[in-house]
């Protein structure tokens, strides 16, 4: 009976100790690409509420003819329009911000 007791009691340290890591765990590259795009490129290339203007192109899978080598080069080094992120996104964030894109259909983009 003691040894039953002990062994539930490990059992629950155990399972409670595996999902407060899994809890505290680092965000995947599309979390993290989200998160940089409703921080910094949200409020170009979506309209907060029906009578906004949208001043960059919608975004989504298909922008840049949905080439992952293109996306990053525009979101680094900018256009004409757009400031370039380099300074700002290491290589990472910006992959993690192109993989969060290709996540986006093009139908929910435009609305």
Not at 84 to 96: D, W
């Amino acid at each position: 009976m003691v040894r039953r007791a002990v062994s539930l009691v490990l059992l629950f340290t155990a399972l409670g100790s595996a999902a407060s890591a899994q809890q505290g765990a680092a965000p995947g590259p599309q979390a993290e690409g989200k998160r940089l795009f409703t921080q910094s490129c949200m409020v170009c290339h979506s309209k907060p509420q029906i009578t906004a203007a949208l001043y960059g192109p919608a975004l989504n899978r298909q922008s840049l003819g949905g080439q992952d080598d293109v996306m990053r080069e525009v979101i680094g080094n900018g256009t004409p329009r757009m400031p370039g992120f380099k300074y700002q996104f290491t290589p990472e964030q910006i992959a993690s911000i192109v993989q969060y894109l290709k996540t986006v259909p093009a139908e929910a983009a435009a609305r």
